[in-house]
């Protein structure tokens, strides 16, 4: 045999071998329930999935007004009742009102010094009192438990009081 008769008949083997293999993976993929695609490999699933309808553009018109109409009747209740319009300006004094007040506070103060009524003097203020803090140290609290134990180690206890026996 020829070198060229040896490779048609290993080609015809390894043909044989490629269906069998193929057949194999076929029956593999419709126990996982792929479509067999042949001797091609088997693509990842995607996990984009295709839409399978288009929505008319007349639906989505439809869905638009309608959410349009519930935005509406939201925002109208949660409006507060104010009256529509400018807002009232602001109010001002006029020059003869201002007049007729300092006019009556000048005829009330002299009316108040002919009648020697005193003002009250003012009251200064009194100096704001530096209060202990309320939570002492750790430490604090430890040297004065320390201390009173020493006091009350170093003096001793009072013997029993005589008791009156009459």
């Given at each position: 045999?020829?070198?060229?008769?040896?490779l048609?008949?290993?080609?015809?083997?390894?043909?044989?071998?490629r269906?069998?293999?193929?057949?194999?993976?076929?029956?593999?993929?419709?126990?996982?329930?792929?479509?067999?695609?042949?001797?091609?490999?088997?693509?990842?699933p995607t996990?984009?999935?295709?839409?399978?309808?288009?929505?008319?553009?007349?639906?989505?018109?439809?869905?638009?007004?309608?959410?349009?109409?519930?935005?509406?009747?939201?925002?109208?209740?949660?409006?507060?009742?104010?009256?529509?319009?400018?807002?009232?300006?602001?109010?001002?004094?006029?020059?003869?009102?201002?007049?007729?007040?300092?006019?009556?506070?000048?005829?009330?103060?002299?009316?108040?010094?002919?009648?020697g009524?005193?003002?009250?003097?003012?009251?200064?203020?009194?100096?704001?009192?530096?209060?202990?803090?309320?939570?002492?140290?750790?430490?604090?609290?430890?040297?004065?438990?320390?201390?009173?134990?020493?006091?009350?180690?170093?003096?001793?206890?009072?013997?029993?009081?005589?008791?009156?026996?009459?």
């Amino acid at each position: 045999m020829s070198d060229i008769e040896t490779l048609q008949m290993a080609l015809i083997g390894y043909e044989a071998e490629r269906q069998k293999i193929e057949a194999t993976m076929a029956g593999i993929r419709s126990q996982l329930g792929l479509r067999s695609k042949g001797a091609s490999p088997a693509k990842t699933p995607t996990t984009e999935a295709k839409p399978k309808h288009k929505m008319s553009a007349a639906g989505r018109a439809r869905i638009a007004e309608a959410q349009r109409k519930r935005w509406a009747a939201a925002k109208k209740q949660s409006e507060p009742s104010a009256p529509e319009g400018a807002p009232k300006p602001k109010r001002r004094l006029s020059k003869a009102g201002k007049a007729a007040i300092v006019a009556t506070l000048k005829k009330r103060w002299a009316a108040k010094k002919a009648a020697g009524v005193k003002t009250a003097p003012v009251v200064a203020k009194k100096a704001a009192v530096k209060k202990a803090p309320v939570k002492a140290s750790w430490k604090a609290v430890k040297k004065v438990a320390a201390k009173r134990s020493q006091k009350a180690a170093a003096t001793p206890a009072p013997a029993t009081s005589p008791v009156a026996t009459e």
